[in-house]
């Protein structure tokens, strides 16, 4: 009698182990311990014992019983989940938590409606290197070693050995790119766009940043003048900055253009009247231009005789805060989601 109820209990045990799920705890529960389970006939056979046997075996059929029934709420239990401690447990009827969305940084979107505006007349985009030689930042585009227009650009060289021979830098400007893609294009006729970051080594306020994105644009071919760069400067300032707007084109120095020019359009805060934006002169700077000089042409492998081309540089947080008439340069970089986010 007593082997029979081991034995049971251990079959029992074995099985309840291998229940997956509530539907295969159920059938065990009736297989054990239903009206007509195996625990039920047994428990009744009690009765048919001799009476000096029937307490302790009674005793004993209770105690399996109990026994199977603990084991199986537990398992109950913990398939139901309620197993969890309630700290880990989940509430699935609470709301969803909305993941965050990231949104297009301000600075991006303005590079990017340049491009589209710069698209449709041929230009195409390409990059070059951040960390670049002294050669193309600087030699090949007219600016030797010791000449004032270094001055320029206060550079920041990059670590040791290259820090000390002053060979390699973080580019200044895109310029350097203008070398790169006539290597690459010549002799074919070139129109690009070049972005990308550039690094100067100034101190931080609210119209420098020692990292700001510059964009660059580059015209090489037969035949191209300062009428070719007039109108497409024309075209861009009216697209980015509205239909109305005046230009003004007035003498700059870069050494790699000639002639050169700065670019600016009338106030779009006053329309020209004079305020605070424009330092009350009417008007807003907004890029460096010029034809490029015949000796940039030649180190980009082109004939200055039969090509000519032109170039433009712009700083690219220059045309968003004007264009949103943002007031610190810093605020693109110092991850404020308050401020990213009007720009989604
Ligand atoms: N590279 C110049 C700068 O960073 C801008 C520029 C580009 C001027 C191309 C003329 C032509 O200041």
């Given amino acids: 009698m007593r082997e029979r109820w081991e034995e049971l209990k251990e079959k029992a045990l074995r099985e309840l182990e291998e229940a997956r799920d509530l539907q295969e705890m159920e059938e065990w529960r009736v297989t054990y311990l239903g009206r007509r389970g195996a625990l039920t006939k047994i428990l009744r056979s009690v009765g048919k014992l001799p009476p000096e046997e029937r307490p302790q075996a009674g005793e004993r059929a209770n105690r399996v019983k109990r026994e199977l029934t603990q084991a199986w709420e537990a398992k109950v239990e913990a398939l139901k989940g309620r197993a969890i401690p309630p700290e880990e447990r989940i509430d699935v009827t609470l709301p969803g938590r909305k993941p965050l969305l990231g949104t297009i940084h301000p600075v991006t979107r303005t590079l990017w409606e340049i491009y589209d505006i710069f698209a449709p007349l041929g230009f195409q985009v390409v990059e070059g290197p951040e960390v670049e030689w002294d050669r193309y930042n600087f030699e090949l585009l007219n600016i030797p070693k010791d000449h004032p227009a270094r001055d320029m650009f206060a550079t920041l060289y990059v670590a040791p050995p290259y820090a000390r021979s002053q060979e390699m830098m973080l580019r200044t400007h895109t310029s350097p790119v203008q070398i790169r893609t006539m290597e690459r294009f010549c002799p074919e006729p070139i129109r690009v766009l070049i972005p990308g ?138 991850n404020d989601l308050r401020f990213l986010k009007q720009f989604s």
């Fill in 197 to 334: 970051r550039c690094y100067r080594y100034e101190s931080v306020d609210a119209t420098h940043e020692w990292m700001f994105i510059q964009v660059e644009g580059l015209a090489v071919g037969q035949g191209i003048t300062m009428a070719d760069l007039k109108g497409v400067l024309t075209a861009f300032a009216r697209q980015m900055f509205g239909e109305e707007r005046k230009v003004r084109f007035r003498c700059d120095y870069f050494p790699f253009v000639e002639p050169g020019a700065e670019m600016a359009i009338d106030c779009i805060v006053c329309q020209g009247e004079g305020c605070r934006v424009c330092g009350y002169t009417g008007w807003l700077e907004i890029l460096g231009a010029g034809m490029v000089h015949p000796e940039v042409l030649q180190n980009g492998g082109y004939d200055p005789g039969s090509y000519t081309g032109f170039a433009f540089g712009m700083g690219v947080e220059r045309i968003a805060m004007l264009k949103h008439g943002i007031d610190d340069i810093r605020l693109f970089y110092s």
